[in-house]
């Protein structure tokens, strides 16, 4: 069973520009969620899809974006890149949607992003 | 509000000693609490998790985290350090309403020969 698969692995992108990133979760889960590492913030939520509709929303700003597609598969953008937007992106997906009891997160190995 | 504090950024073990990472968490409601794994340029890996009953949680790799509602804590251990086990490790917290994740900064394991 493959697990979550994140494209492209590594980038590099320059101020300004914008990036989008892809996710598909492992076959059969609905709910996909992202985060992003970086050395000083550490590991921060950013937001989480479930069907195709957008329920958790982390603190930042609105260049970052999400969408989910009707097979589950999720894309995130982040538009008017910033020198700290250098980071690692990490998708991950679940089984149930929210609510679901204890149901296990699986993340993807991430995207690197790195902006100059 | 939920948080996560994970003491020491850094540890350093000789292998075949005792890893003992802690995670202190606040919640507001009854949490679920989870620990992951990154090695280098990889994802995370789950560890184990704790979500009801039993207190004690017994994990991959001879890993094992109990849950102390009193004391707020989920601390993992591993009665023996192995060389593999050098990584960065996540303590993270998850409420009922839904798939966020809190994280804790992370502490980094250094196992010596």
């Known amino acids: 069973k493959a697990g979550v698969t994140q494209t492209p692995r590594y980038l590099i992108k320059t101020r300004g520009q914008q990036v989008t990133l892809s996710c598909s979760p492992i076959?059969?889960?609905?709910?996909v969620s992202w985060y992003q590492q970086t050395p000083g913030q550490g590991l921060q939520f950013l937001f989480e899809?479930?069907?195709?509709?957008?329920?958790n929303k982390g603190n930042f700003p609105g260049r970052f974006s999400g969408r989910q597609f009707s097979n589950s598969r999720s894309e995130m953008n982040v538009s008017t890149l910033e020198l700290g937007d250098s980071a690692l992106y990490l998708c991950?997906?679940?089984?149930?949607?929210?609510?679901?009891?204890?149901?296990?997160?699986?993340f993807g190995e991430g995207s690197w992003l790195t902006v100059v | 509000a939920q948080s996560v504090t994970q003491l020491g950024s850094h540890v350093s073990v000789s292998e075949g000693a005792l890893v003992l990472l802690r995670c202190n968490y606040s919640?507001?409601?009854?949490?679920?609490l989870f620990w992951y794994v990154q090695y280098p340029n990889q994802g995370l890996q789950l560890l184990l998790k704790?979500?009801?009953?039993?207190?004690l949680v017994k994990g991959i790799n001879g890993f094992e985290a109990e849950f102390k509602k009193s004391e707020t804590s989920f601390h993992l251990t591993k009665p023996s350090a192995h060389m593999s086990d050098a990584a960065e490790y996540f303590c993270?917290?998850?409420?009922?309403?839904?798939?966020?994740?809190?994280f804790g900064g992370g502490t980094r394991v250094l196992v010596k020969p």
């Open positions: 993270a917290v998850r409420v009922a309403a839904g798939n966020k994740l809190t």
């Open positions: 899809y479930f069907s195709e509709t957008q329920r």
């Open positions: 991950a997906s679940s089984l149930a949607g929210p609510g679901g009891s204890g149901n296990t997160i699986y």
């Open positions: 919640s507001s409601v009854p949490p679920y």
């Open positions: 076959s059969g889960h609905r709910s």
């Open positions: 704790y979500t009801t009953g039993a207190t």
